[in-house]
Antibody, heavy 120, light 109 residues
Framework: QLQLQESGSGLVKPSQTLSLTCSVS???????????WTWIRQPPGKGLEWIGY???????YYNPSLDSRLTISIDTSKNQFSLKLRSVTAADTAVYYC???????????WGQGTLVTVSP | QSVLTQPPSVSAAPGQRVTISCSGG????????VSWYQQLPGTAPKLLIY???QRPSGIPDRFSGSKSGTSATLGITGLQTGDEADYYC??????????FGSGTTVTVL
């Protein structure tokens, strides 16, 4: 079945760029024409925050509160999609999840999540 | 501050029924489908309900969802200790973004 796995740096210094990759297995990103590929985060002890998503075509939609710092890209040849968040602060410390998005904005499955800490 | 409002916590005895409300507005729940997620301690969220009331394969019929106007409700019947988790509603908002509820912790007494 479809599985997603996040990878990337777990510790980022303030003002630097947070970079994560989500590797998809058990299915092809290219063949999922109606699905989005999504990033969601959860600060420690807090709720979920939608970051943004991208389609296999490269069309993307971002949370307006992160838009100016955010880039989500997709590499169909590697069956991966990625997130870059620039100029991070401690407020960006969170568990970051990748997930597949459905046609009416449900999310399934999810990756296991990766904790990213922003600290000097 | 979440766009969708949920009660912080609900509780009931094993075997009983609980409901979790998710209140929004016309820009989100009022015009879009709602999904629900279960997050067991230390794990990633799992899809429980999509399109307001549909269960993915493998989700028991003890879990149900409904929507009316600008609110949605998740119901859990035959409550089990394994249902202790955080539950989140989610939908799309016309400000072109995904939104989640504030989350509800279910405790089995």
């Amino acid at each position: 079945q479809l599985q997603l796995q996040e990878s990337g740096s777990g510790l980022v210094k303030p003002s630097q760029t947070l970079s994560l990759t989500c590797s998809v297995s058990g299915g092809s990103i290219s063949s999922s024409v109606s699905h989005s590929w999504t990033w969601i985060r959860q600060p420690p002890g807090k709720g979920l925050e939608w970051i943004g998503y991208i389609y296999h075509t490269g069309n993307s939609y971002y949370n307006p509160s992160l838009d100016s710092r955010l880039t989500i890209s997709i590499d169909t040849s590697k069956n991966q999609f990625s997130l870059k968040l620039r100029s991070v602060t401690a407020a960006d410390t969170a568990v970051y999840y990748c997930a597949r998005g459905g046609t009416s904005d449900w999310f399934d499955p999810w990756g296991q999540g990766t904790l990213v800490t922003v600290s000097p | 501050q979440s766009v969708l409002t949920q009660p912080p916590s609900v509780s009931a005895a094993p075997g009983q029924r609980v409901t979790i409300s998710c209140s929004g507005g016309g820009s989100n729940i009022g015009n879009n489908n709602v999904s629900w997620y279960q997050q067991l301690p230390g794990t990633a969220p799992k899809l429980l309900i999509y399109d307001n009331s549909q269960r993915p394969s493998g989700i028991p019929d003890r879990f149900s969802g409904s929507k009316s106007g600008t609110s949605a409700t998740l119901g859990i019947t035959g409550l089990q200790t394994g249902d202790e988790a955080d539950y989140y509603c989610g939908t799309w908002d016309s400000n072109l973004r995904g939104v989640f509820g504030s989350g509800t912790t279910v405790t089995v007494l």
